[in-house]
């Protein structure tokens, strides 16, 4: 797979469930960010985890990695219709940003 | 909350022209980019700037691409003789440190570019 994988591709839940994304990557990373997207529209920045940090809260964010399976998890808790959204991980090596093609999440009222 | 500001939101051109995209970066941050995302497709990076000059480009950015920091506050992306396949949603973001490691990015919310 290409660097910043999600799977999986799409997810549909329930309100109030719980919603987890994860993300593969393939070389050394100085930080992995997650970014929402709604249809259309801009790239909105969620949460960054560093290298050398395991996990981190933001509100109903939850987020995983694991450098030495090159792995990171989105975990939302308590999902919203408003959650519904295009995920990416991205991942942050020199200056740029690798992306991955993105979990597309709905959540059903 | 700051933001960053890209104008227009949508625009239109004939193939072979040449297009310039606009973005008003947050103001205290040092870091530039572009990123691309043609539909349906993964977001891409174009060039990051910093310091007046480009940091590092993908090979996307060709001839045909070139940014400048006109003044104090705009950032800009101009596509010399666009081609079809140049239609995308490009996006401008800016950061406070390099490489996001602070705060990450933060992302205008794009001008879709359509080339007929």
């Known amino acids: 797979s290409q660097q910043g994988e999600e799977d999986p591709q799409a997810l549909s839940i329930q309100e109030g469930e719980n919603a987890t994304m994860n993300c593969s990557y393939k070389?050394?990373?100085?930080?992995l960010q997650w970014y929402r997207q709604n249809s259309g529209r801009g790239l909105v920045h969620l949460i960054l985890?560093?290298?050398n940090e395991r996990e981190k809260h933001s509100g109903r964010l939850r987020v995983t990695l694991d450098t030495s399976k090159k792995s990171s998890s989105l975990l939302i808790t308590a999902s919203r219709a408003a959650d519904t959204a295009s995920y990416f991980c991205?991942?942050?090596?020199?200056?740029?940003?690798?992306w991955g093609a993105g979990t597309k999440l709905i959540i059903k009222p | 909350e700051p933001e960053v500001t890209q104008t227009p939101s949508h625009q239109v051109t004939q193939m072979g022209q040449e297009v310039i995209l606009r973005c008003v970066p947050i103001s205290n941050h040092l870091y530039f980019y572009w990123y691309r995302q043609i539909l349906g497709q993964k977001v891409e990076f174009l060039v990051s700037?910093?310091?007046?000059?480009?940091?590092?480009k993908s090979e996307i950015f060709d001839d045909q691409f070139s940014v400048e920091r006109p003044d104090g506050s705009n950032f800009t992306l101009k596509i010399r003789s666009t081609k079809l396949e140049d239609s995308a949603m490009y996006f401008c973001a800016s950061s406070e440190g390099g490489q996001g490691r602070i705060y990450g990015y933060t992302f205008g919310s794009g001008t879709r570019l359509t080339v007929v």
């Open positions: 985890i560093r290298s």
């Open positions: 700037f910093y310091n007046n000059e480009i940091s590092e």
């Open positions: 991205a991942t942050n090596s020199n200056y740029q940003l690798i």
């Open positions: 070389t050394s990373i100085n930080n």
